[in-house]
Nanobody, 126 residues
Framework: QVQLVESGGGLVQAGDSLRLSCATSGRAITIYGMGWFRQAPGKEREFVAA????????RYADSVKGRFAVSRDIAKSTLYLQMNSLKPEDTAVYYC???????????????????WGQGTQVTVSS
């Protein structure tokens, strides 16, 4: 089975940067797309960023575009989310997700992913 383990969350101040990691096992990230979602208290889970199985297609939510960057290290089987210029509204639990097989582009809805990590908390203070 696919296993995803997130890390890198923490408490930071507005304007700071943080890099989240998602270690994967069970399937090669080179043949499956991956994504990042987040869920803030009292809100529904929302899309953040995604990378296609090829690694050449990425997609970002409008709220994070220009500030966040998704990438992967194939040798380490790890997905990353680099978060810069963090804002208090970025506070949420961040989840990495494994895209369903056969999808060739980065996708932005949760129903297009079939495995999820346990989440890592990111808190951004003013």
């Amino acid at each position: 089975q696919v296993q995803l383990v997130e890390s890198g969350g923490g408490l930071v101040q507005a304007g700071d940067s943080l890099r989240l990691s998602c270690a994967t096992s069970g399937r090669a990230i080179t043949i499956y797309g991956m994504g990042w979602f987040r869920q803030a208290p009292g809100k529904e889970r929302e899309f953040v960023a995604a990378i296609s199985r090829s690694g050449f297609s990425t997609r970002y939510a409008d709220s994070v575009k220009g500030r966040f960057a998704v990438s992967r290290d194939i040798a380490k089987s790890t997905l990353y989310l680099q978060m810069n210029s963090l804002k208090p509204e970025d506070t949420a639990v961040y989840y990495c997700a494994h895209q369903k097989g056969g999808i060739l582009v980065a996708t932005a809805t949760a129903d297009q992913y079939d495995y999820w990590g346990q989440g890592t908390q990111v808190t951004v203070s003013s």
